[in-house]
């Protein structure tokens, strides 16, 4: 059995959990499985921008993805670190991500020796230090389970 084989399976699984809340919601969208260094992505669109909309706040995206991993936990017995992306909802969040970087340094520039980012995702903080370190700078995670934040200094 290759490694993408458990990736493929915990692809479908997700996407019938997604494709069963759709129904339920009676929401239409084309839903992708993509598989990337070992890590699934779920991606829904639609070809109506508004109907995915009350979907694809980005808490609401983190929450239906956990409900996802769950679900597909239930099913492989395994962990899952699957990412869902619903009406371009991971774009949507990178480029707010990218604000907050902009004002930390911005801040960081103006004499700030330290800021420490709210705590998030691992996804997400993945995503402040590759954009931490796009624009020249460090940063690292400090803390524990749901406390674990990022901390930019100079």
């Known amino acids: ?3 993408a084989t458990p990736a493929i399976d915990e692809g479908d699984i997700a996407a019938d959990y997604i494709e069963e809340l759709l129904d339920i919601c009676d929401l239409g969208g084309d839903i992708n499985i993509d598989v990337s260094d070992g890590r699934t992505t779920i991606s829904v669109d639609s070809e109506t921008r508004d109907e995915l909309k009350l979907l694809s706040n980005s808490e609401t995206v983190a929450a239906l993805q956990e409900l996802t991993r769950i679900a597909v936990q239930g099913k492989t017995g395994e962990f899952s670190r699957l990412v869902l992306d619903i009406g371009g909802s991971r ?3 990178r480029t707010e991500l990218g604000k907050l970087v902009d004002d ?8 700030t020796p330290r800021i420490d980012f709210e705590p998030m995702s ?3 903080r993945k995503i402040i230090h590759d954009l931490i370190s796009e624009r020249g700078l ?4 400090e803390g524990e389970g749901r406390d674990r934040h990022i901390v930019l200094s100079r």
Do not use: K, V, W
């Open 104 to 111: 930390a340094i911005a801040r960081i520039d103006a004499g």
């Open 138 to 141: 460090t940063s690292e995670s």
């Open 122 to 124: 691992s996804y997400e």
């Open 91 to 93: 774009d949507a969040r």
């Open 1 to 3: 059995m290759t490694d």
